[in-house]
């Protein structure tokens, strides 16, 4: 199966955002909901399990000059093996014009047994422009061994890199992602992305978040976080506090 979702978001002038474009297909159901202030809220709801083997999911976002946009998803994604054993795609593009505002941050994303999933999400932002994204990944449901997941982040800001990294993870990744130097025996890992231009003016300093979540500053207006957990609840809570820490 192939499908696509699409949003894009337009200030409309008068304080609010307004989405002209708000389309999705097959599993990708969109659907409009509250916002805070000038925001417009988006919710991504699965209309079907997915992905499954071989299925390639595409969600492309875009938010205009000034736009303000929050998506979220209804519920955790689950990465399904498919009936041939072919791998499944899941990609996220963001676009995000001068002055416009996005967080991004959908619930976690489960790696089930038999799986194999690649996930890449590109954002690509223009100068003034903010980013608040949130990556959950928790390998197998509990008590059961992980499906194969590899993952990408993509971001650039004024067409600069900002952050290019890719996780690996389960049977079949490169030796050692289980080991001390990788997951270190964890199911739960993600990471919390802030772009902002304040960094500009008041760069953010790293340090360690506990015993097992880090705030690395980048070479440029941002922060990223990262961090393991023994599940997804532990896993929330570390970057809900990163969170409440760099986010506007």
């Excluded at 689950?78 to 959908?106: F, I, N, Q, S």
């Excluded at 959950?136 to 290019?164: A, F, I, K």
């Excluded at 772009?195 to 690395?216: I, Q, S």
Aim: charged share 20%; hydrophobic share 45%; glycine share 12%.
């Amino acid at each position: 199966m192939r499908a696509t979702a699409r949003i894009a978001a337009r200030a409309d002038g008068r304080g609010a955002t307004v989405l002209p474009v708000l389309t999705g297909e097959g599993p990708l159901a969109l659907r409009r909901t509250r916002g805070t202030g000038a925001e417009a809220g988006v919710t991504l709801v699965g209309a079907m399990s997915a992905p499954l083997g071989g299925d390639h999911l595409t969600v492309r976002a875009a938010a205009g000059p000034g736009a303000r946009l929050a998506v979220g998803s209804a519920a955790a994604t689950l990465a399904l093996p498919g009936p041939a054993g072919e791998p499944a795609r899941y990609d996220v593009h963001l676009t995000l014009d001068r002055e416009a505002a996005v967080r991004w941050l959908p619930e976690p994303l489960v790696s089930v047994r038999g799986s194999d999933l690649r996930v890449t999400t590109r954002a690509e932002l223009a100068p003034g422009a903010r980013l608040l994204l949130r990556e959950e990944q928790v390998l197998g449901r509990t008590g059961e061994m992980p499906g194969l997941l590899r993952s990408r982040l993509t971001v650039l800001l004024d067409g600069n890199p900002l952050l290019d990294q890719e996780t690996t993870g389960g049977p079949g990744a490169p030796g050692g992602w289980d080991g001390p130097a990788g997951l270190a025996g964890h199911r739960a890992f993600g990471q919390l992305l802030v772009v902002d231009p304040d960094f500009e003016t008041a760069p953010a300093t790293p340090r360690m978040l506990g015993e097992l979540a880090a705030a690395t500053p980048l070479a440029g207006p941002a922060v990223l976080v990262t961090a393991l957990a023994p599940d997804a609840l532990r896993l929330r809570e570390l970057l809900d506090e990163a969170r409440r820490t760099y986010a506007w």
